[in-house]
């Protein structure tokens, strides 16, 4: 088992489907019964290249908890477990407070290119995808003048998304495994992709090259000529298709991976008081693991959403601008018997600026062409939104004992996670003492 620093410490891995290892499992489940576990904090990553990057996270996350723990109850009996899931880092993003190594490889240089690593990270997630991978590097680098490549290069983009989830059906898994955030419209044809994977190359790329000066980053070929400004923005659609195919794979490990597991763990341990904490898309695969639970309360405790990468609705029992519909995970809360936490900050351009774009859907192209508005937001950029009641609060508030102890709660985490550059901002800047404390005061472990 990985080292991270803190004892008694295990990991759940997955696949992309959401199989557990059942080694891992069975190693988790007896642990919890011979140290007499009262609580299990379960962390979830969000985007990393591998599991040595995922441990370095936890290990940085979890160094304050022995202190922390040092003032709660003796009767508190702590473990510690890490998800390990496949995602993917683009290596250019800068992590707060990380050595560069933890992302997999040095920042990207100026100039032409997918970033070091990238390329490598993608024939990964997107197995069998090799000849689309290798001619979207060979594009990235030559960026031609040449709208007809640009337009391959973004057809290369939604063919390597597209052929991953028609792989992900063929091998089995569940028909529903790509659940969105909120219901569909009525009218939306079945397997909608969002306006990026489907409308005009060229608006697209522009869309997104506005979004890059908008964070100050300097993108591959950003201040050629007009062409060389729209490559900019081609790659950034790499970047969030490929963000796209994470995210909905967060869903699915969580539903049909992650939500079994703490099933079988509940049955073996009854007393056990898990507390469910994730980092960007892993907030999402926790969050749709309560959908894999019985009604009730069960074994979850608390849940802490660290810069949650999904819908700010995704909870709400209606939709403000469709009151017809719904977020997909409404009343779930529920299935906690404690708070959900949803913590947010202003600093984090992933989420608040390049998150929305990603998101729109086909049934709305104005909003990508023109008309804005907060209908694709995410719950890291300005938290839960259109659920009564919920606690909007500070951090320090938090922290002073003002937390509710049961219920939403929108947490404002600005006043620390606030470092970072673009193109993410903040979004990675989530190793903190304060945080660590949120968890457990999030589990009435530490007052």
């Keep these: 088992m990985a080292d991270t620093g803190v004892q008694p410490y295990w990991e759940l891995t997955f696949d992309a489907e959401g199989d557990v290892d059942p080694h891992e499992r069975e190693l988790l489940v007896q642990g919890v019964l011979e140290h007499n576990l009262t609580d299990l904090v379960v962390f979830a990553h969000g985007w990393n290249n591998d599991r040595s990057s995922a441990t370095a996270l936890y290990r940085r996350f979890y160094a304050p908890f022995p ?37 997999g490889a040095p920042a990207a240089a100026a100039g032409t290119g997918l970033p070091p690593g990238t390329k490598e990270a993608l024939l990964k997630v997107f197995p069998g995808s090799r000849a689309t991978v290798n001619r979207l590097a060979e594009l990235a680098e030559e960026q031609p003048e040449d709208t007809a490549r640009l337009e391959e290069f973004v057809s290369l983009v939604r063919t390597l998304v597209s052929e991953q989830r028609r792989r992900v059906a063929v091998a089995g898994a569940v028909p529903d495994a790509f659940v969105p955030d909120l219901e569909p419209p009525a009218a939306e044809p079945p397997g909608a992709e969002p306006v990026m994977l489907t409308e005009d190359a060229e608006r697209v790329c522009a869309r997104f090259a506005d979004a890059l000066e908008r964070t100050g980053a300097r993108a591959a070929g950003m201040f050629g000529s007009a062409l060389k400004r729209l ?27 992650l939500g079994p597991a703490l099933a079988v763990l509940a049955r073996s341990a009854p007393g056990l008081r898990v507390h469910l904490a994730g980092h960007s898309f892993g907030a999402r695969l926790v969050s749709f693991a309560l959908r894999a639970l019985p009604e009730g309360a069960g074994p979850v405790r608390s849940v802490t959403l660290l ?42 351009t992933a989420l608040g600026v390049f998150y929305p774009l990603a998101s729109m859907m086909v049934d709305d192209t104005a909003s990508l062409f023109g008309r804005d508005d907060d209908r694709w937001g995410a719950l890291g950029h300005d938290g839960v939104l259109s659920v009564t009641p919920v606690a909007r609060i500070a951090l320090d508030r938090a922290l002073a004992g003002a937390l509710p102890s049961h219920g939403f709660v929108s947490v404002d985490t600005s006043a620390v996670v606030s470092h970072g550059g673009p193109p993410t901002g903040a979004h990675g800047d989530i190793c903190h003492p304060e945080l660590a404390r949120l968890v457990l005061v999030a589990g009435r472990i530490v007052r």
């Excluded at 702590?78 to 933890?102: K, L, N, R």
């Design 67 to 103: 202190g922390l723990l040092a003032r709660a109850s003796r009767d508190v009996r702590f473990g510690y477990c890490g998800v390990i899931w496949p995602s993917m880092h683009f290596t250019d993003e800068p992590i707060p407070h990380f050595p560069q190594q933890a992302a």
């Design 231 to 257: 490559w900019g923005g081609a790659l950034e659609v790499l970047r969030q298709g490929s963000y796209w195919e994470m995210k909905r794979r967060a869903g699915t490990v969580g539903e049909c991976g």
């Design 307 to 348: 810069q949650g990468a999904f819908s700010h609705y995704v909870f709400a029992p209606r939709l403000p601008f469709d009151h017809g519909r719904a977020g997909v995970l409404h009343g779930l809360e529920r299935r906690v018997g404690g708070p959900l936490l949803c913590c947010y900050s202003r600093h984090d």
